[in-house]
């Protein structure tokens, strides 16, 4: 352990998932050592830590969402499961020394730059830390997002987020309700349906879903993996090529029509009643929403127990769930599957640059930064997937190095220059938000 006397370092990192991990690893291995990561749960892990709902699995091949620099050769599947990815990185951390640097328990509370300092002073819970360079990696999937509808406090029954599923409670036998169609809910409600007396699903948009086809990798593989090493680095490039097609479709929409009828064809097979079909059916074009990947999602909606619900919620009474076409839903459990706060990051509340104006104060609802990581006003300040460093179509992993290229380079060029502070110039990070 460090010093636990020690309150200035020269890097503050906040959150240890991929990029708190990834970022120390790197700075570490680059000589930067005078760091600490502050870390508000008692675990490293990150999302991959908090998401632990049944079926929590990845949609990104597992070759390909790892850290190019610590490849995993034991992969089980494809496409990992959680408990895996989970304690991937608790390796990563042990393996490359990270844990000593690593305050846990230690919630931020609020990050400020001192402009007579030349620093950041960061409030935790447990006490004031100093830092010259201050790097948030608390990511946009970190705080769930529960949307206000009426009624919803006086629910009498059970009602949890899938970030926040609760072990001990059995739903055997329940009668459920699932508030969202994302990329979590496609995942658990395959795994909850056979045990629930009745599902109801609330959709609000009828999501493009393509199968995934999850290979699960032999001994003889993983063994293969693990001794020549290059033939995992193929599988990775296999992976990013065939992904980087989609940005053709992206770019391109008659292609990606193409796209969309092989997915309707899937729907139409997994699907054959045309009621339930129709309400499935996307009306936009695909892209414009991310896509979900999952054999087992669109199955499990055709099953006797389950009933898909397209119109609104009006409000949630104590027992049940009424719509805005004034049909009353009995349920006893309500899970949310309504994602994260993305566009409006609670933490963003909590960080103060130059001015004493808070990032989300700075932004006024919309989020820019230069190349996704330097924002003007917070000197010394990398924002680890910050806005505009999301990617709909591969690993975020492959952003994420990239981002930490850029860190490095800063820093390494700060030191030749014997510089303090380094900030985008205002007018640079308007063109590449522009651009």
């Known amino acids: 352990m460090q010093d636990a006397s020690q309150t200035h370092f020269r890097i503050a990192i906040i959150g240890t998932g991929f990029s708190g991990l990834g970022a120390a690893i790197r700075l570490k291995q680059a000589g930067f050592n005078d760091l600490v990561l502050f870390e508000r749960a008692a675990d490293v892990?990150?999302?991959?830590?908090?998401?632990?709902?049944?079926?929590?699995?990845?949609?990104?091949?597992?070759?390909?969402?790892?850290?190019?620099?610590?490849?995993?050769?034991?992969?089980?599947?494809?496409?990992?499961?959680?408990?895996?990815?989970?304690?991937?990185?608790?390796?990563?951390?042990?393996?490359?020394?990270?844990?000593?640097?690593?305050r846990f328990r230690h919630a931020v509370r609020e990050a400020r730059w001192d402009e007579a300092a030349k620093h950041w002073v960061i409030e935790t819970n447990r006490g004031s830390f100093t830092a010259d360079f201050f790097l948030p990696a608390v990511g946009a999937?970190?705080?769930?997002?529960?949307?206000?509808?009426?009624?919803?406090?006086?629910?009498?029954g059970k009602a949890f987020h899938s970030a926040q599923w609760d072990q001990a409670y059995d739903l055997?036998?329940?009668?459920?309700?699932?508030?969202?169609?994302?990329?979590?809910?496609?995942?658990?409600?395959?795994?909850?349906?056979?045990?629930?007396?009745?599902?109801?699903?609330?959709?609000?948009?009828?999501a493009w879903v393509l199968p995934r086809w999850d290979e699960r990798f032999s001994d003889r593989q993983k063994d293969l993996y693990g001794t020549v090493?290059?033939?995992?680095?193929?599988?990775?490039?296999?992976?990013?090529?065939?992904?980087?097609?989609?940005?053709?479709?992206?770019?391109?929409p008659r292609v990606m029509k193409l796209v969309e009828r092989f997915a309707r064809g899937y729907l139409e097979r997994a699907v054959p009643d045309p009621e339930l079909r129709r309400?499935?059916?996307?009306?936009?074009?695909?892209?414009?929403?991310?896509?979900?990947?999952?054999?087992?999602?669109?199955?499990?909606?055709?099953?006797?127990?389950?009933?898909?619900?397209?119109?609104?919620?009006?409000?949630?009474?104590?027992?049940?769930?009424?719509?805005?076409?004034?049909?009353e839903h009995e349920v006893d459990t309500i899970i949310w599957g309504t994602g994260f706060h993305v566009m409006d990051l609670p933490f963003a509340d909590h960080v103060r640059g130059r001015d004493g104006h808070t990032l989300n104060?700075?932004?006024?609802?919309?989020?820019?930064?230069?190349?996704?990581?330097?924002?003007?006003?917070?000197?010394?300040?990398?924002?680890?997937?910050?806005?505009?460093?999301?990617?709909?179509?591969?690993?975020?992993?492959?952003?994420?190095e990239s981002q930490l290229q850029i860190l490095l380079g800063a820093l390494?060029?700060?030191?030749?220059?014997?510089?303090?502070?380094?900030?985008?110039?205002?007018?640079?990070?308007?063109?590449?938000?522009?651009?």
């Open 279 to 327: 309400k499935l059916t996307p009306d936009f074009r695909m892209g414009c929403k991310r896509i979900l990947i999952t054999a087992h999602y669109l199955p499990a909606l055709t099953k006797r127990n389950v009933d898909v619900v397209t119109s609104g919620i009006r409000e949630i009474r104590e027992r049940s769930i009424v719509t805005t076409d004034g049909v």
């Open 45 to 102: 892990g990150g999302v991959w830590r908090d998401n632990a709902y049944p079926g929590a699995a990845c949609d990104v091949e597992s070759h390909l969402y790892s850290f190019s620099f610590a490849p995993n050769p034991r992969w089980s599947h494809a496409f990992s499961r959680q408990p895996e990815i989970h304690a991937y990185l608790r390796d990563c951390a042990q393996r490359f020394g990270v844990l000593p640097h690593i």
């Open 361 to 400: 104060e700075h932004w006024a609802g919309s989020p820019s930064a230069y190349l996704g990581t330097t924002v003007h006003g917070f000197p010394n300040m990398f924002f680890l997937m910050g806005p505009g460093t999301g990617l709909g179509h591969t690993s975020v992993i492959l952003m994420l």
């Open 172 to 206: 055997t036998g329940k009668k459920v309700a699932v508030i969202g169609t994302g990329a979590s809910a496609v995942q658990f409600i395959p795994e909850i349906q056979p045990k629930v007396q009745k599902l109801t699903l609330f959709q609000r948009t009828a």
């Open 229 to 252: 090493s290059a033939l995992q680095r193929l599988a990775r490039s296999a992976i990013y090529l065939r992904r980087e097609l989609f940005m053709v479709g992206f770019r391109n």
């Open 412 to 435: 390494q060029h700060m030191k030749n220059q014997q510089l303090d502070v380094v900030e985008p110039k205002p007018e640079v990070q308007a063109r590449f938000f522009d651009w």
């Open 141 to 156: 999937l970190s705080d769930p997002l529960i949307p206000e509808i009426p009624g919803a406090d006086k629910f009498q």
